[in-house]
């Protein structure tokens, strides 16, 4: 018992006398520097859609375990690896497999525009009647993601923050 109350106050006293650890960290974005590099580009994307009630951390796992799975089903290799991080899942990070898949804005917009496209071809849009009016960005918004990097796993990063 004394040493879990001494490791105890070792953790206290080591908290309060360092507190702007833990908040330098969590302004920094962990994925930074691992999954890709610094953003080159950022944007916000002010969604016309809402979070659902029901998105979760499982849900956004679980729509990123989706496109991975209907990503190796392809007769072709996968051009682009997705997948969810953070506490919540809520960052989806996007990463080209080859050399020449997104290495610029222009395409990493191309991506996005084509992930709209195939958003918008399921039957939740469909039913909801919003195939000619929301986004990617938007299926991501309702989805509960907030941020949204494309990077070419080399020098390159865009982000689009999700409003």
């Known amino acids: 018992m004394r040493h879990y109350l001494r490791t105890a106050a070792v953790c206290l006293f080591f908290l309060t006398l ?11 974005d962990r ?3 691992y999954y890709y590099p610094e953003p080159k580009s950022q944007e916000t994307y002010v969604a016309r859609a809402v979070t659902l009630p029901q998105a979760s951390r499982q849900s ?3 729509f990123v ?6 990503q190796l089903r392809a007769p072709y290799p996968p051009q682009f690896a997705i997948f ?5 899942a809520q960052k989806l990070i996007i990463v080209g497999l080859n050399e020449s898949a997104v290495g610029t804005v222009y395409r990493a917009r191309a991506l996005l ?9 399921t039957q939740f ?12 960005f938007d299926m991501a918004k309702m989805m509960g993601f ?18």
């Open 65 to 70: 375990t989706g496109m991975t799975a209907q």
């Open 146 to 163: 907030e941020q949204i990097t494309v990077s070419d796993g080399d020098t390159f990063s865009h982000q689009v923050l999700i409003r």
């Open 31 to 33: 994925h930074e520097g």
């Open 113 to 121: 525009a084509q992930l709209t496209a195939q958003v918008r071809t």
């Open 84 to 88: 969810a991080k953070g506490d919540g």
């Open 18 to 28: 360092v507190p702007g650890i833990a908040t330098a960290q969590e302004g920094n």
């Open 125 to 136: 849009f469909q039913e909801m009647g919003v195939t000619d009016f929301f986004t990617f």
């Open 60 to 62: 956004r796992i679980g």
